[in-house]
């Protein structure tokens, strides 16, 4: 059994930056795919970013250039960074780890595990 535990997230106003933790406990970490998802109101839960084991990782259009996610297996924590936050970003942020992929896939189902939710809202 795993367990993931977000925080980090809060009001923001547009422009500004928040950094976002999700802290692992239960099984190990430090060989599986990690991936934060995110979930606007009346809207499907999206694929943001996901990183390997080795650090290699991929971002949706929406964030590249904005967002890093980064991991520290000794402390099972993956981190992400994001700056120029627009209003549309608004969203309960979700990490999750996949056991059953390797890929750095973005599809929902290929995740194993879910965290909470953090809630970040980002003001116009």
């Known amino acids: 059994q795993v367990q993931l535990v977000e925080s980090g997230g809060g009001l923001v106003q547009a422009g500004g930056s928040l950094r976002l933790s999700c802290a692992a406990s239960?099984?190990?970490?430090?060989?599986?795919?990690m991936g934060w998802f995110r979930q606007a109101p009346g809207k499907e839960r999206e694929f943001v970013t996901a990183?390997?084991?080795?650090?290699?990782?991929t971002y949706s259009d929406s964030v590249k250039g904005r967002f890093t996610i980064s991991r520290d297996n000794a402390k099972k924590t993956v981190y992400l960074q994001m700056n120029s936050l627009k209003p549309e970003d608004t969203a309960v942020y979700y990490c999750?780890?996949?056991?059953?992929?390797?890929?750095?896939?973005?599809?929902?189902?290929?995740?194993?595990?879910w965290g909470q939710g953090t809630q970040v809202t980002v003001s116009s």
């Open positions: 239960g099984r190990t970490f430090g060989s599986y795919v």
């Open positions: 990183i390997n084991w080795s650090g290699d990782n």
């Open positions: 999750a780890v996949s056991y059953s992929r390797r890929d750095l896939n973005s599809d929902y189902g290929g995740y194993d595990y």
